[in-house]
Every structure is written in structure tokens, then in C-alpha cells.
Nanobody, 120 residues
Framework: QVRLVESGGGLVQPGGSLTLSCAAS????????MGWYRQAPGHQREWVATINSADIISYADSVKGRFAISRDNAKNTTYLLMNNVLPEDTAVYYC??????????????WGQGTQVTVSS
């Protein structure tokens, strides 16, 4: 069983910065991709950013130029650096890993979510 644990959420002022982390533990053979999603109150969960095993990165248009995703393969961890945050970035942020487990089975795992609130 793979477990993802997010950290780094909190309250930040508009224009400020915040870094989220997501660390995986458990039986992982290799990680194909790491991603971040978010869900604001009354809205569906939306994709934010992804980095894959070839370090190909993609972002949603709403965060492009402000957010940066990175990964530390040795630690099975991904980071989301959030710069110049806006009130509309307020949401619960979730990380997602697509990976091969120790039996070479391709599957996916989600973190429990971390709250980010952008407010003055």
C-alpha cells in the first residue's frame, strides 16, 4: 500500500508564495508521473500541474508562469512552488502519483489534501 502525505499548506497573502510537498511511502517500483490537483468549495477537482519520469512538465493555464512543479526521485517527493498567489488559488490541493508497484502493476494514489487559503 502506497501512502502520499502532503504538507506546506496554510494561509498566505495575495502576491505571496507557498511551497507544497508530497512524499510517498510504501511499495513503489517506479513512479511514472507526479501531479497536483485542487478543489475549491463548490467546484470540481481540477488539474494544476504534472511532471513525468522524463521530466516533461505541464501546467494548467490558470497557474502557468506562477507555479513550478519539481520532483526529488531519491525521496519519492514532489513539490509545488506557488508564487504570486491569487485569491482564486484558494482550494484544497491534492497530489497524485501514477506508479508501478512491486508487482509491476500500474496504479495510482492520492494524498489526503492540504488547504491553501489566499487572503489578506
Amino acid at each position: 500500500q502506497v501512502r502520499l502525505v502532503e504538507s506546506g499548506g496554510g494561509l498566505v497573502q495575495p502576491g505571496g508564495s507557498l511551497t507544497l510537498s508530497c512524499a510517498a511511502s510504501g511499495s513503489i517500483f517506479s513512479i511514472y508521473s507526479m501531479g497536483w490537483y485542487r478543489q475549491a468549495p463548490g467546484h470540481q477537482r481540477e488539474w494544476v500541474a504534472t511532471i513525468n519520469s522524463a521530466d516533461i512538465i505541464s501546467y494548467a493555464d490558470s497557474v502557468k508562469g506562477r507555479f513550478a512543479i519539481s520532483r526529488d526521485n531519491a525521496k519519492n517527493t514532489t513539490y509545488l512552488l506557488m508564487n504570486n498567489v491569487l485569491p482564486e488559488d484558494t482550494a484544497v490541493y491534492y497530489c497524485n502519483f501514477d506508479y508501478y508497484d512491486s508487482n509491476a502493476y500500474f496504479t495510482s494514489a492520492w494524498g489526503q489534501g492540504t488547504q491553501v487559503t489566499v487572503s489578506s
